[in-house]
């Protein structure tokens, strides 16, 4: 589908704990950072797609361990993300970047449904492409939508934005002293070694696709864009 980009066309992941600032509900301050820190980035000519966690809402995990269905519990946290979609637009468009939440749940009145045409056509054009409710499917979580909603659309590199963490380590450096920063490691040792990267579903459909993928903090000011424009912060990880 489409002709690779010929400017950088970058997807980045944001987690449902960025957008909640930890907690449940919606961190504005910590949004509207991040959407100006795009912003920079966009005007500067890189192509932006965004994947939305839901984490701070529901996790289809836990409430089916409160006893919920699965499945429905899934679809609770799927709604949730896009939640998280549309406070991400209204900051970007606030930032005067023009922007389109395309969902895989379908739901006109708020946004687009996930037309991977669509979406190219709009990256080309400098528009930033939200993507939410996931891959519309149980069982999935968002980080395996992100590796294969930047395939579908030809991007260039994977952006994880992690909380609490400015690139893997050998092991939790809050926990362990010991723990050293990698600046680059295989997905074949970020799965024996059991690193905090992403499910171990994500990291095998990177290993078998090639996707270049770069791991970094959102916290210290300036990294998102950074990191949007290719600067090689964090931990860069390749098949
Ligand atoms: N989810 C799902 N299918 C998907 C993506 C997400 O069922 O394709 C559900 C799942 O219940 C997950 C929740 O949505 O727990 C929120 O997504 P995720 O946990 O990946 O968000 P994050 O960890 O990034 O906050």
Redesign the pocket.
Known sequence: VGEAPASRRVLLKL???TFGGGEVGLAADVVQRIAAEIAVAVRSGVQVAIVC????F????ELSQRGLDRAR???M??L??VMNCLALQDFLEQAGVTTRVQTAITMGQVAEPYIPLRAIRHLEKGRVVIFGA????????????CVQRSLETHCDEVLMGKNGVDAIYTADPKKDPDAQRLDHVTYTDALVRGLAVMDATALSMCRDNDVRMRVFGLEEPGNVTRALQGEKIGTSVTA
């Open positions: 987690s449902g704990e966690g839901g984490g701070n529901f996790r289809g995990a519990a899934d679809y946290g799927m949730g993300t996931g891959a519309g499917m149980p069982y999935f979580s968002t980080d395996t939508v």
